[in-house]
């Protein structure tokens, strides 16, 4: 089973740049699929980026296409996302998720290892 730790969050102004890390517990990073989540206050939880194990592939909400960028490194057992040009819509709290089955894409699945969330605030 495999932990997750996220963090980088915090307040930025509109325009601004942050850059999230998710930290994985165990020997078997690389065999796992990783994605980013996000869920704003009073809305669903909702799907932001996702890379396959090998990095070779990686997916993106239409919301954020061109602004994040995905990646990891599996000799430090990370996956990031670098989010440029943020807005006040990007404010939320961040998930990163893991499977082992499948590229994590579906916010309501219950298969997938979940971290605890860091805080994403974007002012105005």
């Known amino acids: 089973q495999v932990q997750l730790v996220e963090s980088g969050g915090g307040l930025v102004q509109a325009g601004g740049s942050l850059r999230l890390s998710c930290a994985a517990s165990?020997?078997?990073?690389?065999?796992?699929?990783m994605g980013w989540f996000r869920q704003a206050p009073g809305k669903e939880r909702e799907f932001v980026a996702a890379i396959n194990w090998s990095g070779g592939n990686t997916y993106y909400a239409d919301s954020v296409k061109g602004r994040f960028t995905i990646s990891r490194d599996n000799a430090k057992s990370t996956v990031y996302l670098q989010m440029n040009s943020l807005t006040p819509e990007d404010t939320a709290v961040y998930y990163c998720?893991?499977?082992?089955?499948?590229?994590?894409?579906?916010?309501?699945?219950?298969?997938?290892?979940w971290g605890q969330g860091t805080q994403v605030t974007v002012s105005s």
């Open positions: 998720a893991a499977s082992r089955t499948q590229v994590p894409t579906s916010s309501r699945s219950s298969r997938y290892y």
């Open positions: 165990g020997p078997t990073f690389s065999s796992y699929h």
